[in-house]
């Protein structure tokens, strides 16, 4: 049985061909993974350097392949993704489809080896560039912030986890190790293939990819069925307080918070919470943090889909910290107590709805969407104006209702010398 999904959808020039492989992770599996995707996009047997990849991809007519990585919630994807120009867009409607499947089968499933395991001079380099990642990701403090949020919020799962991993972990990755996570990963995933973009004259893709890929397709996991931990038995305490210092002329402050008893069928109350928090410029946080308060130059509050969580980072001055902290919090408190206006409650909701739309203008969007529906709801059908009349439906009530079960649990602060 394979899980294949595909969306024809005429107004775009290209294809996109996306092969997923989602699984559990620890701690080691996640750094192993973030080095596996990284040296399996660079060669392969037949084409030994990523020049000679460039080379094959220039001569498809600028094919566009990459290996991405990322988190569901607890589970790590690794895709191997291409995208190429529709025939009829092509001279002659030369047909690359076949020679684009064909290269992320090679890709994937004929790795370049060594002495049976990876090249070791490609699984130093991808390792010294993933620590590299790693190491500079202090960079950009508020996206610092919010990962080392989700990392105090959730230290025991994998969502906790760094998408890159543990230097201390990758440092001691061997090639011989990867090898052997390699086979683990192909062999022990869930493997999804999605179809989207303009797939007019592409009657029989679904079939090639199946004849090409075969039995690597016949896996027993279900997309559907993945049980993924959300992790809804949280014992709540007092607010912890972290700090950490930095040298940096601007703090950033970021406010982890929990959902009590999550129910998925509550998804899309709570994306219009989270909207009239934090979620666009007129926002509670942003109009009344930033706006009125100037405490803060950048206030926004984050709803995760696949975990039960929130997170309001805001880029404060030191010497605001307890201001902005407490007006954040009294901000929550204003959700909890149904002290929202009407103007607010419909501009959020105009606003999903405008977002949810603007997908459809990324094939790579929809394709996401019909994954993650399927992965959150068991839907494979759900479309964008299924979830767009779902927004429609909810009250204020409902999200009043949903507001008494978010609670607020860690405080992160960065910045300079802390005396705060």
């Not at 999904?5 to 996109?16: A, G, L, M, Q, R």
């Not at 934090?278 to 926004?300: C, D, H, I, W």
């Not at 394709?367 to 909810?394: A, C, L, P, Q, Y």
């Not at 649990?409 to 300079?416: A, N, S």
Request: hydrophobic content about 35%.
């Amino acid at each position: 049985m394979s899980n294949i999904y595909k969306i024809n959808d005429e107004k775009f020039k290209s294809v996109y061909l996306s092969y997923n492989f989602i699984m559990p992770v620890n701690r080691v599996e996640n750094s192993q993974n973030s080095v596996l995707g990284s040296v399996l996009g660079k060669a392969c047997d037949k084409y030994r350097s990523q020049k000679e990849i460039e080379r094959h991809l220039y001569s498809l007519y600028g094919a566009d392949f990459n290996v991405n990585i990322e988190k569901l919630g607890d589970l790590y994807n690794i895709e191997f993704r291409i995208e190429f120009v529709n025939k009829k867009f092509l001279p002659k409607n030369i047909d690359v489809s076949k020679d684009c499947i064909h290269f992320l089968y090679d890709i994937i499933y004929h790795p370049y080896l060594v002495n049976g395991k990876f090249d070791e001079s490609i699984v130093l380099r991808e390792k010294l560039a993933i620590l590299d990642i790693i190491k500079t990701r202090k960079d950009d403090k508020l996206r610092y912030s919010v990962q080392r949020m989700e990392e105090i919020l959730c230290p025991d799962e994998a969502f906790g986890f760094n998408l890159y991993g543990d230097e201390d972990i990758i440092e001691q990755i061997t090639a011989e190790a990867l090898y052997k996570r390699y086979h683990e990963v192909i062999n022990q995933s869930c493997v999804v293939v999605l179809l989207s973009g303009n797939l007019d004259g592409y009657d029989n893709l679904e079939d090639e990819v199946k004849s090409v890929f075969a039995e690597k397709l016949n896996h027993d996991i279900l997309l559907k069925n993945l049980n993924y931990d959300v992790c809804t038995n949280h014992i709540f305490n007092r607010i912890e307080e972290i700090k950490e210092t930095q040298d940096t002329a601007q703090s950033v402050l970021s406010l982890g918070m929990r959902i009590k008893d999550f129910k998925i069928e509550e998804y899309f109350a709570f994306n219009v919470y989270n909207t009239i928090l934090g979620g666009t410029p007129s926002s509670k946080l942003f109009q009344n943090v930033r706006e009125k308060e100037s405490l803060a130059y950048t206030v926004r509050s984050r709803y995760y889909r696949f975990k039960p969580i929130f997170v309001i980072y805001a880029g404060i001055q030191l010497e605001n910290y307890e201001k902005a902290k407490n007006l954040i919090l009294k901000q929550v408190e204003d959700m909890k107590q149904g002290n929202i206006t009407d103007v607010e409650f419909e501009s959020a909701k105009e606003s999903l709805l405008a977002d949810l739309l603007e997908w459809n203008d990324s094939k790579i969007a929809i394709s996401k969407m019909k994954m993650s529906n399927t992965i959150s709801f068991g839907k494979e059908n759900m479309t964008i104006e299924d979830m767009r009349e779902k927004i429609r439906k909810v009250t204020m009530q409902d999200v009043v209702d949903v507001a008494q079960r978010v609670e607020p649990e860690k405080i992160f602060l960065l910045g300079g010398e802390i005396n705060v």
